[in-house]
């Protein structure tokens, strides 16, 4: 074969692997940011699969100065522990009960000021400012500065993760299949159902401190609490839940990230 042809069949090959790489690339699928792209870069948790029967109880859009109360009480009769999504409005309404979630052992996290959803009109300036002003409130109020957000409603988009990420919050949302809605009022059985049926172990279930009208929730909870701790579920903080999960994860030599605690 001369140089000629040689080079003929080089610049051949050189160009059609240029080209199947250009429509390689022209086609490729764009990344799918699902539940399992998230949990795998480890920028929201639904739950937190532990060997040990943990339950982290959660209660989102408190304090309410009548159903709070009496949820605490509860709590504090079966030793469980619990974390508190508080809005940042009723905690500078409501600062004792805030005060009394932590004085009791509970962990008080944030869940923006107003309930702000993170729709297409929601600016990334302006979630960040709800979130700042709902932090400045627990903080005023005379907690802890909270380590875990929850996006009100669920609603999540890559602005909101951004925004936690500069305020070095963890996104926690819930087990989907623990999501009680007890919101809206489904009645006690339903809600007991719910919880019941589907405990697993590292389980984060989903309840509401403050639900209009006449609450299912803490009739609900006198029946779940008991039955649950018959089972051998202790009932821990979201952070001590990652806590557990941390420690499995660095015997077994996988690394695990966790909320960090601030100064």
Known sequence: MNLKATRFIALFILTGTILGSSTSWAYAKPVKKNRQYYEERGEIVWEVPTQDKLIALTFDDGPDPVQTPQILALLKQYHAKGTFFVLGKWAEKFPDIVMQEQREGHEIANHTFAHTYAVRSTTADKYLKDMQEAEASIVNAGAERPLLFRPPGGYYNDMVIQAAKQKG???????????????ALPGVSAITNKVLNNARNGDIVLFHDKVESKSHTIDALRMILPKLQE????????????????REAAKGGVSSSLPRKHP
Request: aromatic content about 20%; overall charge negative; cysteine-free.
């Open 169 to 183: 919050y963890t996104i926690v949302l819930w087990s989907w299949h623990q999501d009680t809605r007890d919101w």
């Open 231 to 246: 089972q051998g579920y202790q009932f821990v903080t979201v952070s001590e839940l990652l806590a557990v999960k941390a």
